[in-house]
């Protein structure tokens, strides 16, 4: 049985390898003015190979070729030099001929094809007045290396730049695939590809999500690079079509990995008319939020601080406007989402459960664009454009609401008086040095202001920006170096007790340097490593008193300086065509830095400030504490298929900085706090396997995920804390671990009229808080559902087009209800009222409900046209369903009487226009 099973492993692998080898056999060739006939039918018969030409192509020709131990492919190039003829390798042992003429070529930095009308005589770009029908199906042709420079019996390197037609942008995630001999591949955040092959000649197809698929044909004589040019991808007005070759990119290639389509977002449905990639992640498997139209997210059972988000290398310490409803980054100019949930890259960390990056779009350096919307809460503009034509390019964007005209109309007398307001800005410029240096700048800044009726008020922003380069060294090593800068800071007033009013500051600053590189070793093995070095400041602010007649004190709550560093090494290889491994190890580090305290508490006592025995402090500089832990990160892809696979991954996090919140929901005055002597740093394990099929026939996906992971040194909060009165967190806190497990489900169509996906996920997010002492345990020591504990999640995202200009999308949400603790009973002793509640956790709100439509109307085809716009008419909660917002209770008449507090209780519709430069094609 082994030796059955080794054979057809044998077998299988050498179909693989049979194309590029068959290049590589030699032949003792003596043809001298040989006719063509004669010529192909000895090859097919010394050689094992197949010709498939036409007859006629044949006739009259004739051939010369003399020398011994010749590669086929020399023998091919000789034969056919002065004929009129050429060839293909499509396949192992497969030779089509093809007429020269039929071919033509283009220089490395290709110009997308121009389009004329075809078979159907349906006009295409730049034939007709409407923009329709399909793309012609000629093969380009790409001339790698130089002739004089073949080497026909080794491999060699090739490195290509993909970009879209329209602007030069580079194309992330475009896949390169040469079926003859099963080598495909894909671009790098930069569009960059690169491959390794025999010389030869070899029909290769290019695809990308939202792009035009394209065959090419490619004579490859030695190293090179090539340049390609994809078009966006033309669906008729009257057709869909499904291709059965499409990336589908809503599932990475690692597990755990998550993808949307940019483009696909603004036809999905939204609060307010507010586009929110964020916000749509809530819609894949895995992740989830407490509470409808709340900040912060949870992924596979973590907190809300466990998530990292980075835009273009600079880290979010906030990502919402206005408490969570919208996010704090204006749609238009994101470029591409990635969530890691699963395995994530060595490189990162910092974080316990997921890993977000946010790229932005890199300007177009052919010619100016832009592209804006209006919505009733908002508005928002792109610009970008060439400073050097080909060279550099900018990009800057802008939105600021408008939206206080809305609170002028509601019925709520509070709300009449309240003013909301929020911005963001980016500014962005790259430039290239040559192919292989590039540099780019990038700026951040997002501000919100709300006055609740001048009784509580409050001023955030997250102010960062990032300087990036990339330098190729050679064909196999690269690196990436950055300087970063990021914070965050909001000042709040609280007017509610004119005796107690008072306001608050605070202030997290991020320095960041990193440099990470790229080493591909071998044509199987990719080495990576690096390393980065943090330095915070944090500010928790003073309480002050505002107002004349405030009795509050003052109150310092001190500032906080840290470093964090950390090396990594990463070696990914593919031990078969089928397995491929990776494995690696990052070193973290993290120390707190004086000036400060570290106070001693007296043994077998509650800490608190009437039991401090020694206080010990540290001038500036000097470290206070520090951790070091290693984290293990291996992730395993077999593929069974070119359409199936089984992904197995396991990733060790750790986590330095917490969010201090006794609240479920994450508000904007939640403050960052370092770990110290008495908190110590988080740290995660996760085992995540997953299975990956695709019905070309279809035109689906599906995959399935289950995960087990165990948190250690989690943050939980005692009843009542409350960070403002007490600067010293340790007698507020608790420390214990957390265990998460769940299964996800994942259902998608990207192609047809009918497109979108269907996810169910069941997980648990449990929690013990179990120390020696009593005041050491939450719920007498025994688990108890976390507070974004949702066992049951059911999502359904669907597109259904008309056509080209009419597009009709739904979300359609259910979750199980969030815990709550509830109070049981009232009763009194000798005149004191008491309030006896459950245990942590033991109930549960209502369950969640929501239905959005809406509909996008394109405005028309013309080819020719200075501005293309659209219009979005969004009804958010169909239903009207009242979801709960959180619950509180009254006594009435010696009974507790609990009650629902819903935000939004009714349908909303809206209508919003966007625009953009030129035809509904261009972007």
Request: glycine content about 8%; charged content about 20%.
């Amino acid at each position: 049985m082994n030796k059955f099973f080794i054979l057809i492993v044998f077998v299988a692998w050498s179909g693989i390898l049979m194309a590029q080898d068959k290049l590589l056999v030699t032949y003792n060739c003596h043809f001298i003015n040989t006719p063509l006939p004669e010529f192909i039918n000895e090859l097919e018969q010394e050689m094992g190979v197949r010709f498939y030409y036409k007859t006629e192509w044949l006739k009259n020709s004739s051939v010369s070729v003399n020398g011994d131990s010749l590669p086929l492919k020399h023998i091919l190039d000789q034969a056919f030099k002065y004929t009129r003829l050429s060839y293909l390798f499509e396949e192992p042992n497969v030779i089509v001929l093809i007429e020269k003429q039929n071919q033509y070529s283009i220089s490395l930095a290709m110009q997308p094809t121009q389009l004329s009308n075809d078979e159907n005589g349906i006009s295409k770009i730049n034939g007709g007045e409407y923009l329709q029908g399909r793309r012609t199906d000629e093969k380009k042709q790409i001339i790698i290396g130089g002739k004089n420079r073949s080497a026909y019996n080794k491999k060699v390197r090739v490195k290509g730049n993909i970009v879209s037609s329209e602007n030069n942008e580079p194309l992330i995630g475009a896949n390169l695939y040469f079926p003859a001999i099963g080598l495909g591949a894909a671009t790098n955040e930069h569009g960059e590809i690169y491959f390794k092959l025999y010389p030869g000649t070899y029909s290769g197809e290019f695809s990308c999500i939202g792009m035009a698929t394209e065959k090419c044909q490619f004579e490859v004589f030695g190293d090179g690079t090539f340049s390609f040019a994809m078009q966006k991808e033309i669906t008729a007005i009257d057709e869909v079509t499904v291709n059965a070759n499409q990336a589908f990119a809503i599932r990475g290639s690692q597990v755990g990995l998550d993808k949307i389509d940019i483009k696909s977002v603004k036809e999905l449905p939204s609060l307010m008319g507010e586009r929110d990639i964020v916000k749509i992640s809530q819609l894949l498997p895995g992740v989830v939020s407490v509470n409808e139209g709340s900040g912060g997210i949870n992924v596979r059972g973590g907190n809300a601080d466990q998530n990292l988000f980075y835009v273009n290398k600079v880290p979010l310490y906030n990502t919402s406007h206005v408490f969570g409803f919208f996010t704090a980054v204006n749609p238009s100019v994101i470029s591409d989402f990635s969530m890691y949930k699963g395995y994530v890259p060595t490189q990162f960390g910092g974080r316990l459960s997921s890993l977000f990056l946010l790229e932005t779009r890199t300007g177009n350096k052919k010619s100016f664009f832009a592209q804006g919307g209006v919505s009733p809460i908002s508005a928002n503009i792109e610009i970008e454009g060439p400073v050097i034509k080909e060279k550099s390019s900018f990009v800057v964007s802008g939105r600021s609401s408008y939206s206080d005209w809305i609170m002028n109309r509601l019925n709520d007398e509070d709300l009449q008086n309240s003013n909301v307001k929020f911005s963001d800005f980016t500014a962005s410029f790259d430039y290239e040095f040559d192919e292989n240096r590039k540099v780019q700048l990038f700026g951040y800044k997002s501000s919100d202001y709300f006055n609740l009726n001048n009784l509580n008020k409050y001023n955030y922003n997250n102010l960062g920006a990032a300087l990036n380069y990339f330098h190729r060294y050679s064909s196999t090593f690269k690196a990436e170096y950055a300087a970063v800068y990021s914070a965050y800071g909001f000042k709040s007033e609280d007017w509610n007790s004119i005796s107690e009013s008072y306001s608050h500051e605070y202030q997290i600053q991020h320095t960041e340097l990193k440099g990470n590189y790229s080493w591909n070793f071998t044509e199987k093995q990719l080495i990576t490593f690096g390393g980065s070095a943090i330095h915070y400041a944090l500010d928790r602010g003073k309480i002050l008193p505002v107002g004349e007649q405030s009795e509050r004190q003052e109150s310092i709550l001190g500032k906080e300086y840290g470093v964090e560093g950390a090396l990594y090494i990463d070696d990914s290889y593919k031990l078969t065509n089928k397995l491929k491994l990776k494995a690696g190890v990052r070193l973290s580090y993290f120390a707190k830095l004086g000036p400060g305290e570290v106070l001693t508490y007296a043994p077998d006592v509650k800490p608190e400030p009437t039991t401090v025995v020694n206080a010990e402090e540290f001038n500036a500089g000097k470290m206070m504490v520090d951790y070091t832990r290693p984290e293990l990160r291996i992730s395993a892809d077999y593929k069974f298929s070119s359409f199936s696979s089984l992904k197995l991954a396991y990733n060790e996090m750790s986590q330095y900085l917490f969010l201090l919140s006794n609240t479920y929901a994450v508000a904007p005055t939640d403050q960052w706090k370092m770990a110290d002597s008495h908190i110590k740093p988080g740290f995660s394990k996760q085992l995540s396997l997953g299975y990956y099929q695709v019905v070309p026939s279809l035109g689906i996906s599906l995959s399935t995920e289950a995960y087990v992971k165990k948190m250690d040194k989690i943050l939980e909060f005692a009843d009542g804390a409350d960070f403002l009165e007490n600067k010293h967190v340790e007698t507020m806190t608790l420390q214990g671990e957390q265990d998460a497990y769940g299964l996800e489900f994942m259902l998608a169509k990207e192609s047809g009229r009918l497109n979108g996906w269907l996810t169910y996920t069941y997980s648990r997010s449990l929690v013990k808080v179990n120390g020696e002492n009593s005041w050491e345990k939450i719920n007498n020591g025994a688990y108890y559902p976390s507070n974004y504990d949702k066992p049951h999640v059911v999502n359904f995202v669907g597109n259904y087009r008309f056509n080209r200009r009419l597009v009709l999308s739904a979300n359609v949400l259910y979750s199980t209800g969030r815990p709550i603790t509830m109070p049981k009973a009232i009763y009194f002793i000798e005149g004191s009222r008491y309030i006896d509640y459950s245990d942590r956790n033991e109930y549960r709100v209502p369950d969640n409900f929501r239905l959005d439509l809406s509909l996008t109307l394109e405005g028309n085809l013309k080819a020719k046209k200075f501005l293309h716009s659209y219009w979005v008419f969004n009804v958010y909660n169909v239903t009207g369903r009242k979801n709960p917002y959180s619950i509180y209770f009254h006594s009435e008449n010696g009974v507790v009487q609990g009650y629902k507090y819903s935000i939004i209780g009714v349908p909303i519709f809206t209508v919003s226009w966007n625009f953009k430069l030129g035809n509904y094609e261009n972007d």
